[in-house]
């Protein structure tokens, strides 16, 4: 940004901030001067806050106030009509625009009550920052319709195809609705973005109007605890015997038979060569049976009880320990808190 432009902006700022003051001040004036009944000083400066030429800023709710006001003083200065039409206006911009009837006249409620005869809206009013325990609180809404119209309220996750209804009915004037923070379906309400669709039809000249509230829902609890992971293969202990052992006692059997028919040669002794040849065929069938019958044992019986029970044991400390931390988390979103704030953004 250029330095001029950068000291255009820091000079417009105060200028903006002054005139929005100006606006509420003039405004403050205009009630006042309704109150002392000085309507031509009230409609000098209402006219200039809603004229197009205006230097000074209004915002949507202050050009509300000052059409009310603009009806009431018309209606009081004889021209009901006129300000029949600057009512309709207001209530058009804000359905829950209303005239306390402490401050104004029986005439001046009538032609209003006109006005909303002849206008209809519907409205919600928007929500407020909160957090609500949904087991003893509830979230209220605020809905309209300015006279007697079919009116139905449904609330919905923002994208979600199911909606819960939450009224479906009559209404004429404001209603409070409340709403548990569950859905239809007995759940609590997910963390999201949530909109409240409001339709309605008149009851006197068939039209309709709808209108949309968006909020945010987030979920306040302790911090959950994570369970523990499966076991690692390097946390338990061996449950079976290695294969090669097995074969060590078939290959230590067959060692031995090699072994037994070796010896009569080795020896060479005509003493012993008969007899000797004779014992050690017997020592190595023996031994080889001995091998085979070994093999097969233990290829039958590799496991190791001792660890099988051991890790057993582990694995039955992991579920207990992770039903426990499942019990208290189940505790801990039993006792979750709803917090409600308007959400960013603009909906559809």
């Known amino acids: 940004m250029s330095r001029v432009a ?27 001067y309704h109150a002392e009944l000085d309507v031509e000083r009230e409609l000098v400066i209402l006219r200039q806050i809603v004229s ?3 230097p000074f800023i209004v915002t949507q709710a202050q050009r509300g106030l000052a059409y009310k006001y ?17 009512f309709r206006a207001a209530i058009e911009r804000d359905p829950f625009t209303d005239l306390e009837p402490q401050k104004f006249t029986p005439k001046e409620l009538a ?6 005869r002849l206008t209809f809206a519907v409205g919600v009013r928007p929500v407020t920052p909160d957090t609500l325990d949904p087991r003893t609180e509830r979230l209220t809404f605020t ?8 009116l139905r309220v449904e609330l919905r996750a923002t994208g979600a195809s199911a909606a819960l209804p939450l009224y479906a009915a009559d209404n004429d004037g404001p209603r409070e609705l409340q709403w548990d923070g569950l859905l239809g379906d007995g759940r609590l309400a997910p963390p999201g973005r949530y909109e409240l669709l409001v339709t ?37 202990l061996p449950e079976q015997q290695p294969p090669g ?56 019986h590799r496991e190791i009880p001792a660890n099988v029970a051991a890790n057993g044991r582990r694995r ?26 308007p959400a960013a953004g603009v909906g559809p």
């Open 111 to 116: 032609a209003f009550g006109e006005a909303k």
């Open 200 to 236: 309605g039809q008149s009851r006197l000249n068939q039209r309709g109007d709808s209108t949309r509230l968006y909020f945010s829902l987030e979920h306040d609890h302790l911090p959950l605890e994570d369970t523990l992971p499966a076991l690692r293969p390097d946390e338990l």
């Open 52 to 54: 197009p030429n205006s």
């Open 70 to 86: 603009l009806g009431a003083a018309l209606v009081v200065r004889g021209q009901a009509d006129s300000g029949i039409l600057y």
């Open 245 to 300: 052992l097995a074969r060590g006692a078939l290959l230590k059997g067959f060692g031995l038979t090699a072994a037994a028919l070796l010896i009569p040669r080795l020896l060479a002794n005509g003493d012993v060569e008969g007899g000797g040849r004779t014992l050690a065929a017997g020592m190595a069938g023996a031994a080889s049976a001995a091998g085979v019958a070994g093999f097969v044992y233990r290829q039958r």
């Open 316 to 341: 039955a400390d992991r579920a207990t320990a992770n039903a426990s931390i499942l019990q208290r988390n189940g505790e801990r979103l039993a006792e979750t808190r709803l917090v409600i704030g």
């Open 6 to 32: 950068l000291v255009a902006v820091l000079l417009a700022a105060p200028a903006a901030g002054a005139a929005q003051s100006t606006t509420s001040e003039m405004l403050d004036r205009a009630v006042r």
């Open 143 to 150: 809905v309209l319709s300015t006279h007697a119209a079919a």
